[in-house]
């Protein structure tokens, strides 16, 4: 079971026999900060638990395939997407999960299984549930219905209420090994040489959400918004230009322009060593910022300021 999620071994090892002695929970915590490897585990696990052909998963019945391609029924993803569209609003408005996505996760819980044996609700971020939404996933954790499992997603558990935490188990997903981030890239992006796809997994730092960030604006040629760091020590930028760079990257991309940054800084800097360290510190501040729920707008202009500060 769970052989197409690379490493975390100690994971597999629980589910695995839980699953063996039917003593699966009616909801976890994921927590970590690649959403690639925690969505893969969720999707395997869904394949296991609803599979027509096996009680692992075949990968071949109607059920696996439509779990793969995220179009099975009793498959549900609550998160922003999904919110933007309960709202009818733009994605980018979104910033907590509210009661009203909540109240149509819960009308979905109690309705009758549309094809499959379990239902599957994950919902991301876990963090940004609002307090009132809370209250109403506490009384169906408390008194859940059969075969319904949900995977509450977070970066960091600290934020979640202890009235949450304390009643659910929490599964921690670490980095990977740089072998299994090389191996799923060598799989997933195979027009990649050999030396393109050991540079990003060595970059990736064990991450493959990173790895898919690098190698989508590296190879992709989308890097004008994320080249952030060539803006400020390569060309004439001004102090309204930061502010205005810090706007953009607060609404859009959040934690994943830390990411690039970082990667591009390990490129940008690799010959000098002090810069290097200093920039490096600066985003990984910021980035443990940004997971304690920081306004992202004061996150970006002081990292903004603070690098344009050091190149002049």
Not at 241 to 258: A, Q, R, T, V, W
Request: a positive charge; one cysteine or more; glycine letters at 2%.
């Amino acid at each position: 079971m769970f052989n197409s999620v690379f490493g975390q071994n100690e994971i597999k090892n629980i589910i695995v026999n839980q699953i063996k002695n039917k003593k699966i929970s009616c909801a976890y915590i994921f927590t970590g900060d690649d959403v690639i490897v925690k969505e893969s585990f969720v999707i395997e696990f869904a394949k296991i638990l609803n599979c027509e052909k096996s009680i692992y998963s075949c990968n071949n019945c109607i059920s696996c395939k439509k779990i793969d391609k995220r179009i099975h029924p009793d498959l549900h993803f609550i998160n922003f997407e999904k919110q933007s569209q309960i709202y009818e609003e733009d994605i980018k408005k979104q910033k907590t999960l509210k009661i009203r996505t909540i109240k149509y996760m819960q009308k979905k819980i109690f309705m009758k299984l549309y094809e499959g044996k379990y239902k599957i609700f994950i919902v991301d971020p876990a963090e940004k549930i609002t307090n009132i939404a809370i209250n109403m996933l506490l009384k169906i954790i408390e008194e859940p219905p059969k075969n319904v499992l949900i995977i509450f997603f977070t970066k960091n558990k600290e934020l979640i209420p202890k009235t949450i935490t304390s009643r659910l188990q929490t599964l921690f997903f670490k980095r990977l090994k740089f072998e299994d981030v090389f191996k799923w890239i060598a799989l997933n992006y195979p027009s990649l040489n050999f030396d393109e796809s050991r540079k990003i997994a060595k970059l990736s730092n064990g991450s493959l959400s990173i790895a898919k960030k690098i190698i989508y604006e590296t190879f992709n040629n989308i890097n004008n918004d994320f080249n952030i760091l060539k803006k400020i020590f390569n060309e004439k930028i001004y102090i309204s230009d930061i502010f205005e760079l810090s706007k953009k990257m607060s609404i859009n991309y959040d934690l994943e322009c830390i990411d690039i940054m970082i990667y591009d800084a390990k490129k940008k800097f690799c010959g000098n060593f002090n810069k290097l360290i200093y920039i490096l510190d600066l985003l990984i501040y910021s980035k443990k910022l940004l997971l304690k729920n920081v306004n992202p707008r004061i996150v970006f202009d002081s990292l903004l300021i603070n690098l344009l500060d050091f190149n002049n």
